[in-house]
Antibody
Framework: QVQLVESGGGVVQPGRSLRLSCAAS????????MHWVRQAPGKGLEWVAL????????YYGDSVKGRFTVSRDNSKNTLYVQMNSLRAEDTAMYYC????????????WGQGTLVTVSS | SYVLTQAPSVSVAPGQTARITCGGY??????VQWYQQKPGQAPVLVVY???DRPSGIPERFSGSNSGNTATLTISRVEAGDEADYYC?????????????FGLGTKVTVL
């Protein structure tokens, strides 16, 4: 069955960096676009980034553009997001999710990893 | 940017029908997804492409999309349906893909 397992979350000071990972299994990872979606405590869902199946195209939400970089290693079935210049407002649960199709949504989600930005 | 509007909460008695709406300009031209999120859990896709159900999702969950409003209907509501429900679309009006969520509707089973 499809499994997505995020890791790398934790407490980080404002202005510092953090890299999250998402290990995928149970499907042909290299055939799917993959997303990061986040949820601030007590708030709704916010799309963060999309990386095409082959890594050829990357797209970001306005709030993280220029600070976050998404990447993948298809040989390791793993998705990453490098988060730089972190702000308090980046505090959230970060989910990786498999894309259904570019013009659609997300059909499988991981359980998330919590990032807390605080001094 | 594109905005999706959802009512903050809906209450429904067991066995009745819950209707959760998602408003957006000409939303009928977009593909709408719905996600269920229970406390402490990741979201689960319950409807995609307006009205299709992923495997494993009960037939009690159905979706429709017309004009400026998309609707998720939960028939014969059960206690286990209590959750937050989010609508989502892909907005192509900008120069890059943007995936937009509504703020969510909390469904309470009385």
């Amino acid at each position: 069955q499809v499994q997505l397992v995020e890791s790398g979350g934790g407490v980080v000071q404002p202005g510092r960096s953090l890299r999250l990972s998402c290990a995928a299994s149970g499907f042909n990872f290299s055939s799917y676009g993959m997303h990061w979606v986040r949820q601030a405590p007590g708030k709704g869902l916010e799309w963060v980034a999309l990386l095409w199946y082959d890594g050829s195209n990357k797209y970001y939400g306005d709030s993280v553009k220029g600070r976050f970089t998404v990447s993948r290693d298809n040989s390791k079935n793993t998705l990453y997001v490098q988060m730089n210049s972190l702000r308090a407002e980046d505090t959230a649960m970060y989910y990786c999710a498999r894309g259904v199709a570019t013009a659609s949504g997300f059909d499988y989600w991981g359980q998330g990893t919590l990032v807390t930005v605080s001094s | 940017s594109y905005v999706l509007t959802q009512a903050p909460s809906v209450s429904v008695a067991p066995g009745q029908t819950a209707r959760i709406t998602c408003g957006g300009y000409n939303i009928v031209s977009k593909s709408v997804q719905w996600y269920q999120q229970k406390p402490g859990q990741a979201p689960v896709l319950v409807v995609y492409d307006d009205s299709d159900r992923p495997s494993g999702i009960p037939e009690r969950f159905s979706g429709s999309n017309s004009g400026n409003t998309a609707t998720l209907t939960i028939s014969r509501v059960e206690a286990g349906d209590e959750a937050d429900y989010y609508c989502q679309v892909w907005d192509s009006s900008t120069d890059h893909p943007n995936y937009v969520f509504g703020l969510g509707t909390k469904v309470t089973v009385l």
